[in-house]
């Protein structure tokens, strides 16, 4: 299938005019996107750490630009729309809660008997709801509105609650969302992602694995030479098995390990010079481009030279690009995320979530933003109800939850 949303109806669109037209609905979901202030919130967001901890490291923000650039010359490459593939990147942490997947794991306890939370989900749900952009013809809002091609990319996990494959506990919609997940998804099969939504995940996996460890080893919590020690690439291969790449073996992430640093992208050492910190960004650059290469010529030789676009293709990412990029992931785990001073941290952030969900419970007429403080009023059930408090924590940056945690204590 080819893009077909000009009119929010057709699948298929090979008139020129209906294609510039798709051109052009797909430029407007990216600038509506752009302006929107949940994109905006993200500079206030953890991506690893605490944005207030330290001037160089990334927010969820500046995570997410990164992504998008990445992105968007990728799925160009394969023929996708670059809007489209751009508008995904840019969307898909919009639904994470203050403290990153720390903030995520205590609002899902929270919400078990609502339905859960998920950072995906709740993405869908800014975008088809929350942000304030447009309302259908009967009032209710339509969020920004966007066409079924960028819904449809920005859409990791097109399933709900405990229908994912392998158990996972990943999902990309509430129950209380169906109906526009069902209009965007029409006629695909049932957790099908699009190609789009394929190279926004990438593209998301390729960044983070990268720039994570660059924060780690710029932010003095990982020294290179660490990598090199036998005793720490030990747990670094057992946090990879056991989180990141459940279906290989510790032979096979040991070995991508190696052929990261056999590469010669990452540094031997590092003391914060303007030299280190160029090769730093080096690193970056070459670990960056050979992942996203390895993809691209692997799913250009499956599937040939054409448009690929929308659910005819599928991404192919090689084993052991795909084990090169998870050892790396749990290369920043290792060392920053479960390292002792995080342990503690992470608990008092649980804590504060908890903390602010009782608050705004005691007290939603007061305290609830005013679109939400309506959202509770016109709520039909007590679980809706309960939702709603759950949208205005998930909606917090870290900076204006642990403000609004300190006024209320």
Known sequence: MSYSDHDRERWVAEDPATKRADRDDFARDRARLIHSASLRRLSSKTQVLQPSTDDFIRNRLTHSLEVAQIGREFGAALGCSADVVDTACLAHDLGHPPFGHNGETALDALATDIGGFEGNAQTLRILTRLEPKRAHADGTPAGLNLTRASLDAATKYPWRRGEGPGGTHKFGVYEDDLAVFDWFRQGVDPGQRSLEAEVMDWSDDVAYSVHDVEDAIASGRLDPRRLRDSIDVGGVVAVAVGVYATDLTGDDLGAALERVLASGAVPERYSGTRADRAVLKDMTSRLIGRFVLAVENATLEAHGDGDLVRHNAELIVPMETRAECAVLKAVAAHFVMYADERVAIMERERGVIGDLVTMFEDSPENRLDPDLRADWTN???????????????????????????????
Do not use: E, F, N, P
């Open 379 to 409: 709520a039909g059930s007590d679980a809706a109800a309960r939702r709603v408090i759950i949208d205005q924590v998930a909606s917090l940056s870290d900076t204006r939850a642990l403000a609004l945690h300190a006024q209320w204590s």
